[in-house]
């Protein structure tokens, strides 16, 4: 797990972790002889690079063997995960393609809004629907991508995310995407490509923090930020700090 970005999942009382060469899961509050409080294999779910839940199912996104692949539990269980495809509904069998056809990997996923997100590195697809009869995947905004999962975050009533191959910050709201980006595109374009899959995010409840290298310090940190008030709209920074955000 050194060199890969490990993410975590809480859910059923267990802790779920991808992003290394094999699925991992953690029992928790437990003094069960039968279920120990230590970290053990997760067998029965792919190894996956992005681990979201959305309507009582988890969703597993980017397998090493498949990068495309969007595999799901069924309802409540994280230990059944049906292989079979049905594309007339588009993954009613378990197992859907994410841009396959398109020549960029995954590289993202956020549940919100009751609705799927999932990126590419140039595309932002949606899942629609609410069950195994209703789900329909699009490709929903073309050029809307990220290269960092970590840079997503979810403002309110909107998405916004760092769009790092055409540097831009880009902002969903009411299925429409719109690039706010502009009054710090030389920041933006600061960011030396091998680091713009480390940009990160959060949400304070109304700015959004973007932090990022510029690519001093030999580029092992994110050393800046900058700041989008989402009231009045505006941005602020850049600030620069030994350390910002997610290293």
Not at 157 to 166: N, S, V
């Amino acid at each position: 797990y050194s060199n890969a970005k490990v993410r975590f999942l809480s859910w059923l009382g267990q802790t779920f972790i991808v992003g290394g060469p094999s699925a991992l899961r953690f029992q928790e509050s437990t003094f069960s002889a039968a279920e120990p409080a230590e970290i053990k294999s997760w067998p029965e779910a792919p190894p996956s690079r992005f681990l979201e839940l959305h309507y009582e199912k988890l969703w597993a996104l980017s397998q090493d063997y498949d990068r495309h692949g969007l595999r799901h539990t069924d309802t409540n269980s994280y230990t059944s995960w049906p292989t079979a495809t049905n594309p007339a509904a588009r993954g009613d069998g378990g197992l859907m393609y994410v841009g396959r056809q398109y020549p960029y990997f995954p590289t993202g996923m956020k549940s919100t809004f009751g609705q799927l997100f999932c990126f590419t590195e140039g595309d932002l697809w949606i899942l629609f629907g609410t069950n195994n009869a209703e789900f329909a995947l699009l490709r929903a905004h073309p050029g809307g991508g990220t290269l960092s999962n970590e840079s997503i975050a979810v403002c309110g009533d909107a998405l916004i995310w760092h769009d790092g191959l055409q540097n831009r910050v880009l902002q969903w709201q009411g299925g429409q995407v719109v690039d706010i980006g502009d009054p710090i595109k030389p920041e933006l374009d600061s960011i030396p490509a091998l680091l713009k899959p480390w940009t990160a995010s959060f949400f304070t409840g109304r700015n959004f923090v973007l932090s990022y290298s510029n690519g001093a310090e030999g580029g092992t940190r994110n050393n800046r930020s900058v700041v989008f008030d989402t009231i009045l709209r505006r941005w602020h920074g850049p600030f620069q700090a030994t350390w910002v955000g997610f290293n």
